[in-house]
């Protein structure tokens, strides 16, 4: 639906006070919920990714640290 900004906010401001905190709480649910859920997949879709090289590297240092703390 697109109104006019101006006819947008004039309906607003004739909202009772009880109206106006219901208009903010389903505005602040439905900006948190699909927010946090679209950030999440976006950050899944577009996110780094570690190469078979980095994987192997992550891992031989792992077992070095894993040895030297061992020898102490």
Not at 11 to 17: D, I, P, Y
Not at 21 to 39: C, F, H, I, S, W
């Amino acid at each position: 639906m697109q109104i006019p900004f101006q006819q947008f906010l004039t309906a607003v401001k004739t909202l009772t006070l009880s109206q106006k905190v219901r208009l903010q709480k389903e505005l602040t649910e439905e900006k948190n919920e699909e927010g946090d859920k679209d950030a999440f997949i976006e950050m899944l879709l577009h996110g780094p990714v570690l190469m078979e090289k980095e994987i192997q590297t992550i891992e031989e240092n792992r077992k070095s640290i894993s040895r030297w703390r061992t020898k102490s």
